[in-house]
């Protein structure tokens, strides 16, 4: 992650509570994918939902994405310190 984007991240996620979510679940995802990658040889069933989860956290990374280039989009056009978002607060 850059370093613009690394702060955009850390700052939606202290003022929008709906990205706050996106990256809890994204984190929770991502640490029940790290106990089926400690698994020498999956059965299909995990494999299964190992695959659930990657889809998940795929789709949670683009929604993050499309958060983090909407706000970057807003700050652009109305200079440096525009306001957060409506309904966004710190």
């Given at each position: 992650m850059?370093?613009?984007?690394?702060?955009?991240?850390?700052?939606?996620k202290?003022?929008n509570?709906?990205?706050?979510?996106?990256?809890e679940?994204?984190s929770?995802?991502?640490?029940?994918?790290?106990?089926?990658?400690?698994?020498?040889y999956l059965?299909?069933?995990?494999e299964?939902?190992?695959?659930e989860?990657?889809?998940?956290?795929l789709?949670?990374?683009?929604?993050?994405?499309?958060?983090?280039?909407?706000?970057?989009?807003d700050?652009?056009?109305?200079?440096?310190y525009?306001?957060?978002?409506?309904?966004?607060?710190?």
């Open positions: 850059a370093t613009r984007e690394a702060g955009l991240f850390t700052l939606l202290t003022a509570p709906e990205f706050r979510r996106l990256a679940r994204h929770d995802i991502d640490q029940k994918m790290v106990q089926y990658d400690r698994i020498y059965t299909s069933e995990q299964r939902k190992l695959k989860l990657q889809k998940q956290k789709a949670l990374q683009d929604e993050m994405a499309r958060i983090i280039s909407q706000y970057a989009e700050q652009g056009r109305g200079g440096r525009r306001p957060l978002p409506h309904g966004w607060s710190m």
